[in-house]
Nanobody, 129 residues
Framework: FQLQASGGGLVQPGGSLRLSCAASGFTSDDYAIGWFRQAPGKEREGVSLISRSDGSTRYWDSVKGRFTISSDNAKNTVYLQMNSLKPEDTAIYYC???????????????????????WGQGTLVTVSS
């Protein structure tokens, strides 16, 4: 099972970027897939998740209203549209996937990076003027 993240770069505050996570090796639809990020000196934190089976989504408070996650299951690709970017969004963004978590995405169940076993290599997003 492989995940390939892309789309990072340098953007000015208020700008937009779209990240992509291309996956291969799915054996079923019961996956939660999404994005975590890690800034220098900080712990990895959640950004957004999507359920491959029913399209449920979850956003962490820091990105609600600014980021949108979507999935094209035919292409096995998950996208993260990031708008109104702020300097505090600067981080390495990692895509992650885990089987049998899809039904938890749209609930209040706690989901952290420790619940995810498959990770992409990360893509750097820098928000700076």
């Amino acid at each position: 099972f492989q995940l390939q993240a892309s789309g990072g770069g340098l953007v000015q505050p208020g700008g937009s970027l779209r990240l992509s996570c291309a996956a291969s090796g799915f054996t079923s639809d019961d996956y939660a897939i999404g994005w975590f990020r890690q800034a220098p000196g900080k712990e990895r934190e959640g950004v957004s998740l999507i359920s491959r089976s029913d399209g449920s989504t979850r956003y962490w408070d820091s990105v609600k209203g600014r980021f949108t996650i979507s999935s094209d299951n035919a292409k096995n690709t998950v996208y993260l549209q990031m708008n109104s970017l702020k300097p505090e969004d600067t981080a390495i963004y990692y895509c992650a996937a885990q089987r049998e978590l899809d039904t938890f995405v749209g609930t209040n169940a706690t989901l952290t990076s420790y619940h995810f076993g498959s990770w992409g290599q990360g893509t750097l997003v820098t928000v700076s003027s």
